[in-house]
């Protein structure tokens, strides 16, 4: 199915190479190309470059179109995001997109270059916690939030910005666990924000994966509480099964498998 539409796209662009509705919609197209290839494990990479050839091209036939940048971002972000996932230092692509969402919003206050926007910061700050640099974790984590709330001003029934700021603050409880802090009242706003994010939109996988890191930190706040977490992890064992429900063979679903794995055989205390 996505073969057919590409090779529409490309026909159409044969016929009038100057058409930017096409240019944007191939763009938009292998950008989710190199999203499906990545979560079946495959290589994201060509479709990537693909995405960005067409979105500068777009670029170039609509010079600071907004939704043009605003494609462009997103695919620095979602390079950024595999990188960090792949253990590479995302810095560069997340630079990129951040100035890009910038440029989108062009003095106004667009819901989709806030939420990519914020997506950037969240994305560096978790970024930081990997590497322990907790200070500069706690700075964009703050950023993320006012812009990931001011989406939710705009659109109280944002599904994608209420679970892009549960993950935020389930990174901000890993953050003050770290610290040696009690991470319960962050845990308790990620938990509603996750389960209103739920009760808007039941289809996406990324809306479980949220759901199944939030019992991931949950059990390893109870662990180093010294607390039970047995059930914990039964709950986020279930968020990953619905998670495969809607996308059989995730790589992200295959490597929290593991870690709950790991904590299941960790002795409960």
Known sequence: MAELAQADFER????????????????QL???????????????????????????RALELAPDEPTALLNLAWTAYFEGKFALRE???PTGQLAEAGELCRRSLA???????????????????????????????ASHISEAEAILREVLDLDSTHAEAHRSLGRLMTLEARRLR???????AMLTQARELIDRALELEVSLIDFYLADARWYLEQA????????????????????????????????EVSRLEVDFEAMITTRPI
Request: proline letters at 5%; a neutral charge.
């Open 12 to 27: 159409a662009i044969e016929l009038a190479p100057e058409r930017f509705p096409a240019w944007v919609g191939l763009g």
């Open 30 to 56: 292998l950008h989710l190309r190199a999203i499906a290839a990545y979560t079946r494990g495959q290589d994201p990479a060509p479709f990537f470059v693909g995405a960005r050839q067409a979105h500068h």
């Open 87 to 89: 253990g590479s230092d």
């Open 107 to 137: 003095g106004r206050r667009r819901p989709r270059s806030l939420l990519c926007l914020g997506s950037v910061w969240r994305m560096e700050a978790e970024h930081h916690i990997n590497r322990n640099e907790l200070d500069l974790a």
């Open 178 to 184: 770290r610290v040696g802090e009690d991470p319960t």
């Open 220 to 251: 390893q706040w109870l662990r180093a509480a010294r607390r039970d977490f047995a059930e914990v992890i039964a709950e986020g064992r279930r968020s990953l099964a619905e998670a495969l429900d809607q996308a059989d063979g995730s790589i």
